[in-house]
Each structure stands twice: as C-alpha cells, then as structure tokens.
C-alpha cells in the first residue's frame, strides 16, 4: 500500500484557487497523529522546497514559506488521516511538482532531510 497519495493539482489561471488533499491510508493511526506532514513543491529546473507543514501538540501548529504565507492554508485530519493544502490567488511561480511527505519528528518544520515518507507527487500548473 502506498502510504501518502496526493490528489487536487490541475491547472488554474493566475488568481484561482486549488486545494491538494494527502491520504495517508498507509501510515497507522498513532504514527500519523504525531510527527509532521508537510507540503514540499518541485519547480522545472528548480531543487525541491517547502511549502507548508503541521504538527499536532493538541493545538494544530501551522509553519509556511514565506511566499505562500497568507495564501496557502495546510489544515490536518486526524479522523480521516488526510492532510490538505488550500491554495488560494495563487501565481504563476507557485507551478509545480507538488509532494506530501511525512516526519516522525514533532517539530520537522520544513527541513527536507527529516521528512522520509514521500508521496509520488502532483502537478500544479499556474498560467498567466
């Protein structure tokens, strides 16, 4: 079973909104609710970066990009093990290969390198 499968990427004009879902049905219950999930995206010709993460300590904490703050929301579903990322005015820089990964670590932030569960990823296309 594939653990993390994302889903939700198409394309969209400049302006419109996107929200990208990640079912974890391969990860167990108890591994899912700790650690972070998080949204890296992959640019043609460009390295990997992130997006947005989120760890639950009671209190869903939310970490972003810079360049996404204030536009992009990642919210967590514990229930129904799904992780989403609501993509709203998005820009034609916000094109790409769109990956959910996971960490066993609580506070994983956006560091690529703590992160070893993987989706295949999904393609998001922003024209002008």
């Known amino acids: 079973q594939v653990p993390l499968v994302e889903s939700g990427g198409g394309s969209v004009k400049a302006g419109e909104s996107l929200k990208l879902s990640c079912a974890a049905d391969?990860?167990?219950?108890?591994?899912?609710?700790?650690?972070?999930m998080a949204w890296f995206r992959q640019a043609p010709g460009r390295e990997r970066q992130g997006v947005a993460c989120?760890?639950?300590?009671?209190?869903?904490?939310?970490n972003y990009a810079d360049s996404v703050k204030g536009r992009f929301t990642i919210s967590k579903d514990n229930a129904k093990k799904t992780v989403s990322l609501q993509m709203n005015d998005l820009k034609p820089d916000d094109t790409g290969i769109y990956f959910c990964?996971?960490?066993?670590?609580?506070?994983?932030?956006?560091?690529?390198?703590?992160?070893?569960?993987w989706g295949q990823g999904i393609q998001v296309t922003v024209s002008s």
């Open positions: 990964a996971r960490s066993s670590e609580p506070w994983a932030l956006l560091q690529e390198d703590k992160y070893k569960t």
């Open positions: 391969g990860v167990n219950d108890v591994s899912f609710r700790s650690g972070s």
């Open positions: 989120i760890f639950n300590a009671g209190t869903p904490y939310p």
